[in-house]
């Protein structure tokens, strides 16, 4: 079995009544939902406010990939969580950033740079496969739709990506890595940007796909022990 843990700040869906309509049981309930069809796959959902901001260490050491949203509440996890989530990925587990979670703490320190970007309301995109041999493309068509997303456009300031497995153009005539992979340590990172939190993007059955084709791609290969080569002691 993968052990996924799905870490959501859960601000927008409880407190914005059309956002809590498009997302009742919260963007971590969704992806928990679709996740779990997966025979494979055991998940499990924590969120901001829950003890220990929904990262306890006992729960880290039990998880193979750490899917991860957030968006306005970035600052408030604190730097020993994002630390330790850091230190987690470069030991093995596998880390999901999901949309506005470009600026989260723990993916700017495995990362380095400022991860910002060009960004604009209300957009529609089309994404492309830009690295068809890509376990995370695997049965993905070479290009589908997202009628309604919010625009992330480039200069996106990421170091250079180990693969570009999917890029965005939008409709108003910016073009985004969306789909980027990253290597720290024995950790696979994967960021994906389509989710902004007004659309009933976790819902597509395309986006669904390639989530969970990442999920399996990102689940740490490495056994414990051998992560512990890579811990940084001192
Ligand atoms: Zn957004």
Redesign the pocket.
């Known amino acids: 079995m993968i052990r996924v843990t799905v870490w959501n700040e859960n601000l927008h869906e409880r407190e914005i009544p059309e956002i809590k309509r498009v997302y009742p049981q919260g963007i971590h309930g969704c992806i928990k939902e679709f996740l779990s069809k997966e025979s494979n796959l055991e998940v499990t959902t924590v969120t901001l406010d829950m003890p220990g901001q929904g990262l306890p260490r006992e729960l880290l050491e039990k998880t193979d990939v750490l899917i991860w949203w957030s ?1 306005a509440l970035h600052h408030e996890v604190t730097d020993e969580n994002a630390q330790m989530v850091a230190e987690f990925v470069r030991r093995g587990m596998g880390f999901i950033a999901l ?2 979670s470009h600026m989260c703490k723990p993916l700017r320190l495995l990362l380095g740079t400022t991860m910002t970007l060009k ?1 604009k309301d209300d957009d529609s995109e089309r994404l492309f496969v830009t690295c068809p041999s890509h376990p995370i493309a695997k049965g993905i068509p070479e290009h589908f739709d997202l009628e309604n997303e ?1 625009m992330y456009g480039e200069y996106f300031d990421i170091p250079k990506p180990d693969d570009v497995v999917f890029t965005g153009w939008f409709k108003g005539g910016y073009a985004f890595r969306s789909g980027v992979t990253f290597t720290r340590g024995n950790g696979k990172i994967f960021y994906f940007q389509p ?4 659309f009933p993007i976790y819902y597509n059955e395309t986006i669904q796909k390639i989530i969970t084709n990442a999920v399996n791609w990102a689940k740490g290969d490495v056994l414990l022990a051998e992560r512990d080569n890579v811990m940084v002691t001192d």
């Open positions: 968006h949309h506005s960004w919010e989710g902004h939190e007004s």
